[in-house]
């Protein structure tokens, strides 16, 4: 059923090359619902497909059995998705993510979760006051134990399970160096953000303001050393992605020539945009 791309179906470059598809792996609090307002903005009047496919997987199984004619005209393709839906599109694909560090990612999800109670976890967590260590230990989802890596992996069977497999890493890297434009990360936005606009040749600025953003939560310097040691064990392997793919993320920031000026130079246009955004919003 599924189209088998090679890797001649891999493309750099998505809004210069007409027809080409642009995949946002959306990895849960990893800055990515503010990137989400930024390829709305971008995407505007295109061909736009959102998954969720984190709970059931019913968004990816209906995106799988959409009608080929329909997938070969989708623009952009964005979500809490593994990686591996390239396969189910007929033109030239790339994707982007972002990564964050796995002890900030599952403080900010704890947290989160504590402040949400529309969330699935709410009342299990809040009902049994659980605190940040018995949450993690409690294995409550496999959201929180090397998440990273098995959303990049793109193994759905993994995505459930509590095995500690290395070969998913190895999996991951190898995805990130064919089929990722740019792995971005949480901590270094703005400079993640210049990247991808070389990249994929977008010709505007990607301004935007700051969404989905987990208020009250305690800072890392906070936590117990004991606490943090936990949650490192329990995403050794989402560590170790994040340690690789940050330093080929600098890498590449210093051949695309993305300085401290340029990234600063962004920061200020960015604040004129906010507080346009702002201006606007008060005069409705």
């Known amino acids: 059923m599924a189209w088998q791309g090679g890797m001649d179906m891999i493309s750099n470059r998505t809004e210069d090359v007409p ?27 295109k061909r736009i497909v959102s998954i969720d496919g984190l709970d059931s997987g019913a968004s990816v199984q209906a995106f799988k059995e959409m009608p080929d004619h329909e997938r070969a005209a989708i623009d952009l ?57 018995q949450f993690v230990e409690a294995k409550l989802t496999t959201e929180v134990i090397d998440f990273q890596v098995k959303m990049i992996a793109g193994k759905e069977s993994a995505l459930r399970s509590w ?65 943090i040691g936990l949650i490192r064990e329990y995403n050794s392997l989402d560590c170790q992605l994040y340690d690789w793919a940050l330093k080929r993320f600098k890498e590449q920031l210093r051949t695309a020539g993305i300085t401290d000026y340029k990234v600063n130079m962004f920061r200020l246009l960015n604040r004129f945009y906010s507080a346009a955004r702002f201006c606007r919003m008060k005069r409705v």
């Open 163 to 227: 095995q500690h497999d290395p070969s998913l890493l190895e999996l991951a890297w190898n995805n990130i160096e064919r089929y990722f434009s740019v792995v971005g990360f949480t901590e270094y936005f703005d400079q993640s953000l210049l990247l991808i606009k070389q990249k994929l040749g977008w010709r505007n600025s990607p301004c935007y303001q700051k969404r989905n953003v987990t208020k009250g939560r305690a800072g890392i310097d906070t936590i117990d050393r004991n606490i």
């Open 77 to 133: 393709l964005k979500g809490h998705m593994p990686f591996g839906l390239h396969e189910y599109v007929s033109s030239p694909a790339t994707y982007v993510t972002f990564l964050r560090d796995p002890v900030e990612r599952v403080i900010s999800y704890y947290y989160y979760v504590c402040r949400s109670p529309e969330h699935y976890l709410y009342d299990k967590v809040t009902g049994n006051n659980l605190s940040l260590a």
């Open 19 to 45: 027809g080409s598809v642009l995949i946002f792996l959306h990895i849960p609090k990893a800055a990515g619902t503010t990137f989400h307002q930024i390829l709305d903005r971008k995407y505007e009047g």
